[in-house]
């Protein structure tokens, strides 16, 4: 059976503090998160954060960027929701999307 890949944009183009939506990803196979960082001299750190069953965020991943670019990270697991939040910012504008496959 073929898989299905669905796109989110989580955060786009930030430049503060902030935490993006939730998504629902209980039935995925596996996520892979695009960080798009520009402007950057000092940087940020991005945490990806999945919902646990009592509906606390636990932190599954930490980006930290100090420079512009792009990276990604796979994550795999059993998550029912799951965000990106910039818990830090100096300096940059920042992008994260998702693809979730199914």
Request: aromatic share 8%; no cysteine; glycine share 6%.
């Amino acid at each position: 059976m073929a898989s299905v890949v669905f796109k989110h944009q989580l955060l786009e183009a930030v430049v503060s503090t902030v935490t993006s939506d939730a998504v629902d990803v209980k039935r995925q196979i596996e996520m892979t998160f695009y960080f798009v960082a520009t402007g950057v001299s000092t940087g940020a750190t991005i945490v990806i954060e999945a919902q646990d069953d009592f509906g606390n965020w636990i932190i599954i991943h930490t980006e930290a960027i100090a420079a512009t670019g792009n990276t990604f990270a796979d994550i795999s697991g059993a998550h029912s929701n799951v965000r990106a939040r910039v818990s830090a910012w100096t300096d940059g504008t920042y992008t994260v999307s998702m693809n979730e496959q199914r």
